[in-house]
C-alpha cells in the first residue's frame, strides 16, 4: 500500500484484495483485463484497462495565443477540440519526448522552451493511464508528421474563449480541460 493510502485509510475503509488478473483482450493501445477481488467481504470481477501513458503539450504562441487541434475521435463519434498529445511510443519513453514529438507531429510547430505543467490520471476507476502534460513556448514553425489515420486541423484560440467553452460544457477532454485551467491559474492570472 503506498503512502497515500496508508494515510487516507486509517481503518475506516477496508482493504481490497486483488486475487488474480486476467487478460481479455489486447490492441494496439491498451489491454483490458477481468481482474478477481475481494472487496468488503466479497468476491468480484472488476474491469482494469491497461495503457502505457501517454503526453500532451499546450502550445503558447508569442502573441499568447494556444494551439489547438481539431480531430475525429472514434469513442466520441465527433470532432474533438483538444491540446496535441499522443502515447508513448514505448513503455518508459520520457514523456517530455513524448510531448515534444507530439508537438511537431500535430502542430507543425517546434519547441526548446519546454516545461513540465501536471500529471493526471484520466479514468481512475478502470484504467491506469497517465499522462504529462507540458507548456510549449518560443515557438518555431516546422511542419506535421501526422500518422496515417489522423486527420488535424490546428486552430489558435485565445485562453478566454477557451475557458467559456469548457464552462459551457463544449470542451470534454478531460487533459484538454485540466491543462488548460492550470494554465490559466499558473501563468495567466498573474
Excluded at 484484495?17 to 477481488?37: A, M, P, S
Excluded at 467559456?164 to 477532454?173: P, S, V
Aim: proline share 4%; charged share 30%.
Amino acid at each position: 500500500m503506498d503512502e497515500m493510502n496508508k494515510e487516507n485509510n486509517k481503518g475506516e475503509i477496508p482493504p481490497v484484495i486483488r486475487k488474480g488478473r486476467e487478460l481479455k483482450y489486447q490492441g494496439t493501445i491498451l489491454k483490458i483485463y477481468e481482474d478477481q477481488v475481494i472487496a468488503n467481504g466479497h468476491e468480484c470481477k472488476w474491469d482494469f484497462i491497461h495503457h502505457d501513458g501517454a503526453a500532451a503539450v499546450i502550445p503558447v504562441t508569442a502573441d499568447g495565443k494556444i494551439l489547438m487541434v481539431r480531430q475525429y475521435r472514434n469513442a466520441l463519434d465527433r470532432l474533438t477540440l483538444e491540446i496535441p498529445a499522443g502515447k508513448l511510443d514505448e513503455p518508459g519513453e520520457p514523456t517530455l519526448a513524448c510531448a515534444t514529438r507530439e508537438l511537431e507531429e500535430e502542430t507543425g510547430f517546434r519547441s526548446e522552451n519546454i516545461e513540465f505543467l501536471l500529471s493526471l490520471n484520466t479514468t481512475v476507476a478502470f484504467c491506469d493511464e497517465h499522462i504529462d502534460i507540458y507548456l510549449a513556448r518560443d515557438l518555431v514553425p516546422s511542419h506535421q508528421h501526422l500518422d496515417e489515420d489522423e486527420v488535424i486541423q490546428v486552430e489558435s484560440w485565445e485562453l478566454k474563449d477557451l475557458e467559456d467553452l469548457i464552462y459551457a460544457g463544449k470542451l470534454t477532454d478531460s487533459k484538454t480541460i485540466a491543462a488548460i485551467l492550470a494554465y490559466a491559474q499558473k501563468y495567466a492570472s498573474r
